[in-house]
């Protein structure tokens, strides 16, 4: 999702970057954090949740910058989960040196093609939410991520399916993007592997309407579980459907779905769905709470999965700045010393993970949670929380 760890998604949406910026003091050096989410088209509330977790971190931090001389200020730019834009993003991220970090993607589509720009000016990205095992396996020196692979959330979500629901005879769909081919083809393989017959793999095209076409199939082979790689944009649109035509098997999805959209596309539908997610539900701890509360009552919306995520991949890029302008003497330092200490976070202790990156930028207290739609509300029921082998 895109690397919802989410996919790419092309959709219609300004061809500027925001226009508004945030955090910025009247006092000190300008030290200039960007941001690269869809804040328009279908991924917009996954991408705006991204952008408003990053902005509050860097609120929270503004004093003890100023302290040091440093004024810092957000950068919002609007990807529109399409790659072509977050790339030409990027080239003008690239091209403002006052820019020392960039938070982002959501999409893994966009953060993959997107990334090879930032390794050019030496810019850091950490994403909160990129989940294509492409992202770090090509090993670039300024790609990192909070959350977990598909490689971890697939295997997972099929053995909740398998073993705990007992499913045997399972359709698993994709939007072809980066993000939901990645995750579907490890859910389908795991599946396999672990007894599961995959009675069919179809693709649908992200902006589809009308899932017809796809929904027949699946009709015709009776499976007693359907899984989805996808938007929630499509997948919302896919349960609905699917309940229209009387295909009743439990319906999952991946961490793209981890949305308050699947509910408003879904409606009433969406009950009994699933979704495997790269993001925890905080609200289950004290600490977690309070951050929730404090993100609703300064944007006057309830925080998304992401948002937290964006908030602890915020507050881990600043603490690499920080380093580096006391290793460069309480001066500016250059990109290159914030990006290897960025790589080199060691037991970050976040809102909602801790954060260790390994050699490649994959943090290694990433886990993988299992949620329940019950009601026709979201978040989910949190059914099972994974960690790593």
Known sequence: MVMAGCSSNSSSGTNAASSGSSGGDSKGTVIKIATQSPLSGGSSIQ??????????????????????GFSLELVPYDDQGDPKKGVANAEQIGADQAVLGVIGHLNSGVSIPSSVVYEKYNIPMISPASTATDFTDRKLKVANRVVARDDFQGPAAAEYAVKTLSAKNIFVIQDKTAYGQGLAEAFRDSAKELGATISGYEGITVGEKDFNGVLNIVQSKNPDFVFFGGLYAEGGLLVKQARDKGITAPFMGGDALDSSGMVEVAGDDVVGSL??????????????????????????????????????????????????????????????????AVRATKDFEGVATKVSFDDIGDNSYAKVFIYKFETAAYPGKLESEISKK
């Open 47 to 68: 991408g705006e949740a991204i952008k408003l977790g990053a902005q509050l971190s860097l609120e929270d931090h503004k004093e003890e910058f100023s302290k040091l």
């Open 275 to 340: 979704y495997s997610s790269v993001a925890g539900d905080i609200t289950k701890s004290d600490v977690g709470k309070q951050w929730a509360d404090k993100y609703e009552q300064k944007f006057n919306k309830k925080q998304e999965g992401y948002s937290v995520y964006a908030y602890d991949s915020m507050s881990v890029m600043l603490e690499a700045i920080k380093k580096s302008i006391e290793d460069n003497g309480g001066k500016l330092p250059a990109r290159d010393k914030v990006r290897d």
